[in-house]
C-alpha cells in the first residue's frame, strides 16, 4: 500500500497550459506538503495544508494554487505554465508532533517546453 | 545565507570506508534534524532524525548533533556501492510543522 502517492509521475505540457498534479496519503496524517525540487536537488517548501487549512503559503507565484478536499488530498493546480516551472513536484505528510518526520511521495517530474 | 547548508560534493569514498557528511543551520530555534537518502529520479527516504545534543546510532549509521556549533552530521560506516545517493539535510522549529532541506551532498561509493 502506497503511503503518499502522486499523479502523474511524469508530465510534460507546453507553455501557457494549466495543468494539475494529484496527492493521496493513507498515513491518516493531519498536515500535508508541496515541496518544488530544482534542478540542484535543493527542495523547497511551497504550500502547507493542516486539516484542509491553508497553514504555509511560501513566496511562490499565484498562478500556483493548492487545493485541499480533505485531509488526505492536496492537490496543485498550475495555470499559465512556464519554462521555470520545470522541476520535480513532491506532495508529502506527516503527523502533528514534536520530532515527526515528513513522507514524500513519488514526486512528479514537471517539464514545460 | 541559506537556513540550512551542506556541501553539495560530489563526495566519493572507497568501499568499506567511512563517509562523513556535515551539514551546518543558522536558525537557532530549530529543534528537530533530519537525514534523508534520496537515489536518483527517487524520492526523499528518511535514515535518521535526531534532536538531543549528541550521537545517535542505528545500524551503520550515526547521527551526531551540536546545538552549540550548530552543526549536524551523519556518519556511514563500512560504506556500500548501494549507499551512493544524495543525502538531504533538514531541520525542524520546534513551533513549524514542516522541514526546511539543505540542497544535499552527493555520496559516490567507489567498489
Known amino acids: 500500500d502506497t503511503a503518499v502517492s502522486q499523479t502523474p509521475k511524469y508530465l510534460v505540457t507546453q507553455m501557457g497550459n494549466d495543468k494539475s498534479i494529484k496527492c493521496e496519503q493513507n498515513l491518516g496524517h493531519d498536515t500535508m506538503y508541496w515541496y518544488k525540487q530544482d534542478s540542484k536537488k535543493f527542495l523547497k517548501i511551497m504550500f502547507s495544508?493542516?486539516?484542509?487549512?491553508?497553514?504555509i503559503n511560501e513566496t511562490v507565484p499565484n498562478r500556483f494554487s493548492p487545493k485541499s478536499p480533505d485531509k488526505a488530498h492536496l492537490n496543485l493546480h498550475i495555470n499559465s505554465l512556464e519554462l521555470g516551472d520545470s522541476a520535480v513536484y513532491f506532495c508529502?505528510?506527516?503527523?502533528?508532533?514534536?520530532?515527526?518526520?515528513?513522507?514524500f511521495g513519488q514526486g512528479t517530474r514537471l517539464t514545460v517546453v | 545565507q541559506k537556513e540550512v547548508e551542506q556541501n553539495s560534493g560530489p563526495l566519493s569514498v572507497p568501499e568499506g570506508a567511512i563517509a562523513s557528511l556535515n551539514c551546518t543551520y543558522s536558525?537557532?530555534?530549530?529543534?528537530?534534524f533530519f537525514w534523508y537518502r534520496q537515489y536518483s529520479g527517487k524520492s526523499p527516504e528518511l535514515i535518521m532524525f535526531?534532536?538531543?545534543?549528541g550521537d545517535k546510532e542505528d545500524g551503520r549509521f550515526t547521527a551526531q548533533l551540536n546545538k552549540a556549533s550548530q552543526y549536524v552530521s551523519l556518519l556511514i560506516r563500512d560504506s556500500q556501492p548501494s549507499d551512493s545517493a544524495t543525502y538531504l539535510c533538514?531541520?525542524?522549529?520546534?513551533?513549524?510543522?514542516?522541514?526546511?532541506f539543505g540542497s544535499g551532498t552527493q555520496l559516490t561509493v567507489l567498489p
Open positions: 495544508y493542516n486539516n484542509k487549512e491553508l497553514i
Open positions: 508529502a505528510s506527516s503527523q502533528d508532533g514534536a520530532h515527526t518526520e515528513a513522507f
Open positions: 535526531i534532536y538531543s545534543n
Open positions: 533538514a531541520s525542524r522549529r520546534s513551533s513549524a510543522r514542516q522541514l526546511t
Open positions: 536558525d537557532r530555534g530549530s529543534q528537530s
